[in-house]
């Protein structure tokens, strides 16, 4: 490998020895891990948990991994209740009618 700083080619160690600079100078580490707290929030905000998951999917996969999980889980949930509302309603009407079209034709 090459020193960073000093471009020499070093073996591999903790530090180089032409310059001494430490030869894994790690930008600042990102803390990335699975988080529920996100899950929950995309469970309840879809949108807002595929907006967090298409952000951090490249720089914080795990954490947008949590968010796309719960995003998804909560528009299933929702299109599912959605769905169901329909199908409900749709068979309150049709039970309506068929209580109130032969009190009709009796008339
Ligand atoms: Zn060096």
């Known amino acids: 490998m090459t020193c960073k700083r000093c471009g020499k080619e070093v073996n591999e160690g903790a530090f180089c ?4 600079t430490p030869l894994y100078v790690e930008t600042p580490q ?3 891990k699975p988080d529920a707290g996100y899950t929950v929030l995309g469970f309840f905000l879809p949108v807002i948990g595929l907006i967090l ?3 951090w999917k490249d720089d914080y996969p795990l954490r947008a991994k949590s968010c796309g999980k719960g995003a998804l889980i909560g528009a ?4 599912a209740l959605w769905v169901l509302s329909i199908v409900l309603t749709l068979l309150i009407t049709m039970l ?4 109130t079209v032969p009190a009709f034709t009796l008339l």
């Open 76 to 79: 299933i949930v929702a299109v």
């Open 96 to 99: 309506g009618l068929l209580v």
């Open 53 to 55: 998951y298409l952000v």
């Open 17 to 20: 020895p032409y310059c001494g």
């Open 30 to 32: 990102k803390v990335d």
